[in-house]
């Protein structure tokens, strides 16, 4: 059975760090596509960052260079080290994995099958 547990949110003021944590179990995540997404109240759910099977990495611009998308196969567990928060970075925040090769975009929610619950992250002045 597929699963895919977030942890690791919080509140913190701007200027902070967090790192999230996906805990991923029925599948290897070392031979999957994840990714992270976001949804604000009343925004649509964002791509924010992902990782191919292989290893390569891709960022939204609104993250790149503050955010780190990263794993550990033998954990099986994907990590999000979110630094330099902003206010507007305060969402509840998704790890995806998608079940075969991404057709289209890595950012696009239709790529990924799996989600996790999510863990809130909200960022205060």
């Known amino acids: 059975q597929v699963q895919l547990v977030e942890s690791g949110g919080g509140s913190v003021q701007a200027g902070g760090s967090l790192r999230l944590s996906c805990l991923a179990s029925?599948?290897?995540?070392?031979?999957?596509?994840m990714a992270w997404f976001r949804q604000a109240p009343g925004k649509m759910r964002e791509g924010i960052a992902g990782?191919?099977?292989?290893?390569?990495?891709y960022y939204a611009d609104s993250v790149k260079g503050r955010f780190t998308i990263s794993r550990d196969n033998p954990k099986n567990t994907m990590y999000l080290q979110m630094n330099d928060l902003r206010l507007e970075d305060t969402a509840m925040y998704y790890c995806?994995?998608?079940?075969?090769?991404?057709?289209?975009?890595?950012?696009?929610?239709?790529?990924?099958?799996?989600w996790g619950q999510g863990t809130q992250v909200t960022v205060s002045s």
């Open positions: 990782m191919r099977a292989g290893g390569i990495t």
């Open positions: 029925g599948f290897s995540i070392s031979v999957t596509h």
């Open positions: 995806a994995a998608a079940r075969k090769a991404l057709g289209g975009d890595w950012y696009a929610p239709d790529e990924y099958n799996y």
